[in-house]
């Protein structure tokens, strides 16, 4: 079993929806999530990180997280075209050294 | 300021040959991390510097790779005899101290013939 599961997509939605992407972790050691952004042929850059349970929100993004069901989301209100890109969720046990990364949500923003 | 930079950004070798990748981190970063990409993928924890301290190499996916820190900077990711399974974009990030959020390199993607 992988440490963090992402559906691979793609997953498509008409420019102006809400685009929602699911990750779900094994260990219930991670303490720290993390959605990251990867656009085809470039390197990752992170665009939320979230702690606790619950909501946060940063502009369009909003992170969710339940440690109860092991599951952390990432909701963009009113997606661009500009946000197709492939959605990268990683987990961390509170070490700053390991990060455990899903293998990535293909996002199709259609204008 | 200049971000993370890795060299080279492309390296194409043959199998058996020994490849060597650079990765220079954002001045100041005392964390520095290595990642491997395979196609459709996602990355796959390889080794962490932190400082002096020693490294946490848990990730290395066998004892043909090694990487080194000198002088808590530049770091160089070495393959040795080299595989054609060792083809992926390896990725470089750098870290604060005791902050979470890595900056990545452009990466190298490596391939082997």
């Known amino acids: 079993q992988k440490e963090v599961e992402q559906n691979s997509g793609p997953l498509s939605v008409p420019e102006g929806a809400i685009a929602s992407l699911n990750c779900t972790y094994s260990?219930?050691?991670?303490?720290?999530f993390f959605w990251y952004r990867q656009y085809s042929g470039k390197s990752p850059e992170l665009i939320m990180s979230?702690?606790?349970?619950g909501d946060k929100e940063d502009g369009r993004f909003t992170a969710q997280l339940n440690k109860a069901s092991q599951y952390v989301s990432l909701l963009i209100r009113d997606s661009q075209p500009s946000d197709s890109a492939t959605y990268l969720c990683?987990?961390?046990?509170?070490?700053?050294?390991?990060?455990?990364f899903g293998s990535g949500t293909k996002l199709n923003v259609k204008p | 300021g200049a971000g993370v930079s890795q060299s080279p950004s492309n390296k194409v070798t043959e199998k058996g040959k020994d490849v060597e990748l650079r990765c220079d981190p954002i001045?100041?970063?005392?964390?520095l991390y290595w990642y491997r990409q395979s196609l459709g993928q996602g990355l796959e924890f390889l080794i962490y510097?932190?400082?002096?301290?020693?490294?946490?190499k848990s990730g290395l996916p066998s004892d043909r790779f090694s990487a080194e820190r000198t002088g808590g900077s530049v770091s160089t990711l070495t393959i040795q005899r080299t595989q054609q399974e060792d083809s992926a974009v390896y990725l470089c990030?750098?870290?604060?101290?005791?902050?979470?959020?890595?900056?990545f390199g452009p990466g190298t993607r490596l391939t082997v013939t």
């Open positions: 990030a750098s870290s604060e101290d005791r902050v979470y959020e890595q900056y």
């Open positions: 260990d219930r050691v991670s303490q720290s």
């Open positions: 979230i702690y606790s349970n």
């Open positions: 990683a987990a961390n046990r509170g070490n700053f050294n390991k990060f455990y």
């Open positions: 001045s100041g970063h005392t964390a």
């Open positions: 510097f932190q400082g002096n301290s020693a490294p946490d």
